[in-house]
């Protein structure tokens, strides 16, 4: 139980395009899912937190603009990044949270792949 | 700020061997998460802990929560060349996830 999955697992794109990612939950209802990105060597950096049907709350220092965020239902979030940069290619990675009992444990997703040329 | 600090940073031992790898902080907290990443891939779950004292094993892995609730400990026993890989202690505050900085094992068959 408690999987998540990620679409697509590797994308390379132009710069100035937009690219979007999908995260599903696959066998729970999340009530919250999160956006992370990893740097090579370190641990995960938090991006935004996303509530099913309401915005997003941005970390500090993340462009909300830069990166859109919607929560439709609540088993898919996505992620898009816009007008994407060769800064912007890292590997960006999900998690989905239940809620209840044991709620704030987040299962992640296995990952995006974003290399931007 | 609130940090989770998790030694050793890397460890290098040979198959067989067990490891203990730690996470300590200044701060109480109500959980402790313990999560492997495989290069490549996203954190998988491996032992979840809610109470203070609690003891809990998957298999070769076991952790413990600190009693004082600012500490946990995972050990891994008989290690295998598959239990390569970084692994993170993570902690909840305010809904979000605190990490460590991660303990990178490597095994020599």
């Known amino acids: 139980g408690a999987v998540v999955s990620q679409h697509p697992s590797w994308v390379i794109c132009k710069s100035g395009t937009s690219v979007k990612i999908e995260c599903r939950s696959l066998d729970f209802q999340a009530t919250t899912m999160f956006w992370y990105r990893q740097f090579p060597k370190q641990s995960l950096m938090l991006m935004a937190t996303s509530n099913e049907g309401s915005k997003a709350t941005y970390e500090q220092g993340v462009e909300k603009d830069k990166f859109l965020i919607n929560h439709a239902s609540l088993t898919l979030s996505t992620l898009t990044v816009t007008s994407a940069h060769p800064e912007d290619s890292s590997f960006y990675i999900c998690?989905?949270?239940?809620?209840?009992?044991?709620?704030?444990?987040?299962?992640f997703g296995p990952g995006t792949r974003l290399l931007v040329l | 700020g609130q940090q989770l600090n998790q030694s050793p940073q890397s460890m290098f031992i040979q198959e067989g061997e067990d490891v203990s790898m730690n996470c300590t902080s200044s701060s109480i907290f109500n959980t402790w998460l313990w999560y492997k990443q495989d290069p490549g891939e996203g954190p998988v779950l491996l032992i979840a802990?809610?109470?203070?004292?609690e003891l809990t094993s998957n298999g070769r892995l076991t952790a413990q929560f600190g009693i004082t609730r600012k500490d946990s400990f995972l050990n891994i026993s008989a290690s295998i060349p598959s239990d390569v890989g970084i692994y993170f202690c993570?902690?909840?505050?305010?809904?979000?996830?605190?990490f460590g900085q991660g303990t990178e094992l490597s095994v020599k068959p």
């Open positions: 993570a902690s909840s505050r305010g809904g979000k996830l605190i």
């Open positions: 802990l809610y109470k203070a004292g």
């Open positions: 998690s989905a949270s239940m809620g209840g009992q044991g709620g704030e444990t987040q299962y």
